[in-house]
């Protein structure tokens, strides 16, 4: 089993609807949890953090932690095209090593 | 501005050759970081440091070295013991513990 696992995608979801994005995590003892934004060719950018139990909202971004089924979400609203990009799920798993899932790949068809 | 500079972008490497990596940070983090990374795939951990002259193997050290001999800088050598060095090479640093790590722009590393 993955330390940190997403579906590979790609995700496919039409301009203005809702994108879903999710991510599983196998150490229970995690205690910080990070969605990058990745462009083709590109370094990683931080979209949100997220700490304790439950939702987090920054704009059109959502985080959903749920540390009972070792579960992260984030949910895009209104989706852009320009928010067309890999998404990546990092967990941090102590002694300041952060482990990344494999990423989803996220379209948004205009 | 305060970040993260990698040099060079692009590099190619000969087969049996060694090649560095730099990575320099002007952002006074202590701790610092090289990840891989494959087409379609996420980042994974080569080597990390968390104060100067001291640093520890991540989960694919294999046929890389590194050396942390001042705060600012983390440099990667690809030794001729990694056998398929192609990848694209992130440099992070970050302020903590629980901290979002700041990313330099990477290098694509290829094989001739």
């Known amino acids: 089993q993955k330390e940190v696992e997403q579906n590979s995608g790609p995700l496919s979801v039409p301009e203005g609807a809702i994108a879903s994005l999710n991510c599983t995590y196998s150490?229970?003892?995690?205690?910080?949890f990070f969605w990058y934004r990745q462009y083709s060719g590109k370094s990683p950018e931080l979209i949100m953090s997220i700490y304790s139990n439950g939702d987090k909202e920054d704009g059109r971004f959502t985080a959903q932690l749920n540390k009972a089924s070792q579960y992260v979400s984030l949910l895009i609203r209104d989706s852009q095209p320009s928010d067309s990009a890999t998404y990546l799920c990092a967990v941090n798993r102590g002694a300041q090593k952060l482990v990344f899932g494999q990423g989803t790949r996220l379209t948004i068809n205009p | 501005d305060g970040g993260i500079t990698q040099s060079p972008k692009y590099l190619f490497r000969k087969e049996g050759q060694n090649v560095t990596l730099s990575c320099e940070q002007n952002l006074n983090h202590d701790a610092m970081y090289w990840y891989r990374q494959d087409p379609g795939q996420g980042l994974r951990l080569i080597y990390y440091s968390q104060i100067v002259n001291d640093f520890q193997k991540g989960d694919i050290a294999e046929g890389y070295s590194v050396s942390r001999e001042k705060k600012e800088s983390f440099p990667l050598t690809v030794t001729s013991a990694q056998k398929n060095p192609t990848a694209f090479y992130l440099c992070a640093s970050t302020p903590g513990s629980n901290e979002k790590l700041f990313f330099g722009s990477g290098t694509q590393l290829s094989v001739l």
């Open positions: 150490d229970r003892g995690s205690q910080s």
